[in-house]
C-alpha cells in the first residue's frame, strides 16, 4: 500500500473520531454524528480535489466511506473511554492535521503545482474539514481564532516541499512534516502560543 494512501486513511479516522466527538459533546442524534464525521474527515479533501480538477477521492473510492463510518463506529461505542482522555478531542485534530497537510502538499507537488499552491493545498486539506465541522455546531472554527493552527499546516507543508525538491525521500520527508506540524501545535497550546491581538480592549469589551 502507498504511503500517501496509508497516511490519507489515517488522517481520514483521525478527522472522523474528532466529528464525532464533536457532534457528541453537541448531544446530536445518530444521522448529525455521522454527518459530522464525514464533512470533517472528507470535507478537506474534497475542496482540495475539486480545486486542482481532480477526481473527488471518496467518490471514486469507496473504501474512505466504509474508514469513516467505521471510525465514527467505533468512537460512539468507545466515547466514554476516549472521553477519560481529556483531551481526546484535541489529540485526534491534531494528528488528523498533520497527516492531511502532508496529503495535501504531496498532490500538489505530484501535480507540479508552484511552492505557494502545494502549501495552500495541504493548509486546506488539513483545515477545511474542521472549518465545515465547527460551523455546523455553531462555533466559531479554530482556524480563525487566534490560536496557532493553520500556521503549523503552514510550516510543515513549506517544509515538505522544500525537502522534496532537495530529493530526499519521500517517507523521510513525509514523516519529518507530519511530526513538525504536530508538535508545533502541541506546543502552541502546551505554552499558549497565538498570533498577535489586533483589538484594543475596548473593542474586546464591546
Known amino acids: 500500500m502507498e504511503l500517501s494512501l496509508v497516511l490519507d486513511l489515517l488522517g481520514t479516522i483521525a478527522f472522523a473520531i474528532s466529528g464525532v466527538l464533536t457532534a457528541f459533546k453537541k448531544r446530536m442524534d445518530l444521522f448529525g454524528i455521522f454527518i459530522i464525521a464525514f464533512v470533517t474527515a472528507a470535507g478537506g479533501g474534497t475542496l482540495r480535489d475539486i480545486l486542482i480538477q481532480a477526481p473527488i477521492t471518496w467518490m471514486r473510492d469507496l473504501t474512505f466511506v466504509y474508514v469513516i463510518a467505521g ?53 486546506i486539506t488539513a483545515s477545511f474539514g474542521g472549518v465545515i465541522r465547527d460551523l455546523l455546531c455553531n462555533e466559531i472554527p479554530v482556524i480563525f481564532r487566534k490560536e496557532i493552527y493553520a500556521t503549523a499546516c503552514i510550516v510543515g507543508g513549506s517544509m515538505y516541499y522544500l525537502l522534496r525538491m532537495a530529493g530526499l525521500p519521500i517517507d523521510l520527508v513525509a514523516i519529518a512534516s507530519g511530526v513538525v506540524v504536530m508538535t508545533i501545535r502541541l506546543l502552541a497550546v502546551w505554552f499558549k502560543w ?9 473593542e474586546l469589551n464591546q
Open 71 to 123: 471510525a465514527a463506529v467505533f468512537a460512539l461505542i468507545f466515547r466514554k473511554k476516549l472521553g477519560y482522555l481529556r483531551r481526546s478531542l484535541f489529540l485526534f485534530d491534531t494528528i488528523g492535521i498533520a497527516l492531511y497537510t502532508v496529503v495535501g502538499v504531496q498532490k500538489g507537488f505530484e501535480a507540479e503545482f508552484p511552492f505557494l499552491v502545494c502549501v495552500a493545498l495541504g493548509t
Open 194 to 202: 497565538s498570533l498577535p491581538n489586533i483589538y484594543s480592549r475596548e
